[in-house]
Each structure stands twice: as structure tokens, then as C-alpha cells.
């Protein structure tokens, strides 16, 4: 498995709070994605990173902003929640080399925002 | 953003009986992916596809790259009760990856 952890997994809030979930990898890859999955859709990309400091959105990134101050680690916040943002969030790593690229998946974080 | 259509939604199916599963794009990817997700824990990736007309073996799973990019197969073989799970597609183009929304797949002992 690859080396990525996910904290915390499991996170209740509510409406209008600050949320930060990080992502954790031990593999020194360069990219990192955050995702969100809900019923009925594939994951979405949130942000993702092509290093540390280099961050670039992604198709559903309104209300997220994320943070890459080291290789390992890539934070995702949620300035203010909404209830919209109710999801599991998915964290993923990879490392482009020549064409091919995969990427691989931490365990996710269950988000519910009251 | 550019969806991709994955069908079946579900499959219920007995233990020992072959399943296929397909996903098709409006637009061309240059890489096919296809995952394995279990209750409660992030996708896991099967069968990676990087040219058209490829057909890869993964243990009692293939996939195939279609031709014209845009579409892919999965086909599991005998199947058993832990093949349980929801299946997710995955093209890849320029560093953008869409998902489809994933085959739940319930086998029945």
C-alpha cells in the first residue's frame, strides 16, 4: 500500500466553522490531489499539487483552499462549512513519469457539516 | 466538466458468474485507469491502461483500452464473494483525470 494517511477520518461540524483536513505521504511523490465523493458522482477534484508550494485548482473548488508547505503534507480547509460540503474526501498521490501516471488513493475522511 | 458514462449503476450477480462493465467519454483519453473501492477505505487501482486497443490481465480481471480512446471495458471472471465492491473508470488526459460514477457490484454466494 502506499504511504498515504488521511486525518481525521471521521469529522462532524457545523454550519459556518473552519475546517482542516490534512493528508499525510511517506512516498516523496510530487503530486498530491484532494477529491470529494458523493452519491451519483465520480470524484471530483477539489486542488491538487505539483509541489510544495504550487497549488492549482480543480473542477469544484469554490469554498476550499488548500496548502503545500512541505512534500509530505497537503491540507485541505473549508473557511467557513456549508452543509453542501457534507462528503468523503479522498486524498491521492502520484508520480508522472514519462506519460504514465497513476495515482493512489488514502483511506478518506467522512465529513458531515449540521 | 467532462463526465464519463459508466454502466452498469449496479450488478447483482451469483458467485461463479462473469461480469462486464464498460465506460464510455465524448472526448479521448490517453490512459485509462480502472479502480476498486471497499466500504470505508480510498480506490484502489487494478488495471492501468496507456495505449488504444490494449488488453490487460490483472489475475481474473481484464480491461481494455477501446480504440477510439474514448471508452474502456472491465470483465471479472468467476466471480467470488469479495469481488463486493464498487468499481470506478478513470481516463486521464493532460494531468486532468475525470472519474465515472462507479458499478456497485454485489455477488451473491
Known amino acids: 500500500d502506499a504511504g498515504i494517511t488521511q486525518s481525521p477520518r471521521h469529522k462532524v461540524t457545523e454550519t459556518g466553522t473552519p475546517v482542516t483536513l490534512r493528508c499525510h505521504q511517506t512516498e516523496n511523490h510530487r503530486y498530491m490531489y484532494w477529491y470529494r465523493q458523493d452519491p451519483g458522482h465520480g470524484l471530483r477534484l477539489i486542488h491538487y499539487s505539483y509541489g510544495v508550494k504550487d497549488t492549482d485548482k480543480g473542477e469544484v473548488s469554490d469554498g476550499y483552499s488548500v496548502s503545500r508547505s512541505k512534500t509530505e503534507d497537503f491540507l485541505l480547509t473549508l473557511e467557513s462549512a456549508t452543509s453542501s460540503q457534507t462528503s468523503v474526501y479522498f486524498c491521492a498521490i502520484s508520480e508522472l513519469t514519462s506519460a504514465r501516471e497513476t495515482q493512489y488513493f488514502g483511506p478518506g475522511t467522512r465529513l458531515l457539516v449540521l | 466538466g467532462q463526465q464519463l458514462n459508466q454502466s452498469p449503476q449496479s450488478m447483482f450477480i451469483q458467485e461463479g458468474e462473469d461480469v462486464s462493465m464498460n465506460c464510455t467519454s465524448s472526448?479521448?483519453?490517453?490512459?485509462w485507469l480502472w479502480y476498486k473501492q471497499d466500504p470505508g477505505e480510498g480506490p484502489v487501482l487494478l488495471i492501468a491502461?496507456?495505449?488504444?486497443?490494449e488488453l490487460t490481465s490483472n489475475g481474473r480481471l481484464t480491461a481494455q483500452f477501446g480504440i477510439t480512446r474514448k471508452d474502456s471495458f472491465l470483465n471479472i471472471s468467476a466471480s467470488i464473494p469479495s469481488d463486493v465492491g464498487i468499481y470506478f473508470c478513470?481516463?486521464?488526459?493532460?494531468?486532468?483525470?475525470?472519474f465515472g460514477a462507479g458499478t456497485r457490484l454485489t455477488v451473491k454466494p
Open positions: 472526448s479521448i483519453f490517453n490512459t
Open positions: 491502461l496507456y495505449k488504444a486497443g
Open positions: 478513470a481516463g486521464l488526459e493532460n494531468n486532468d483525470m475525470r
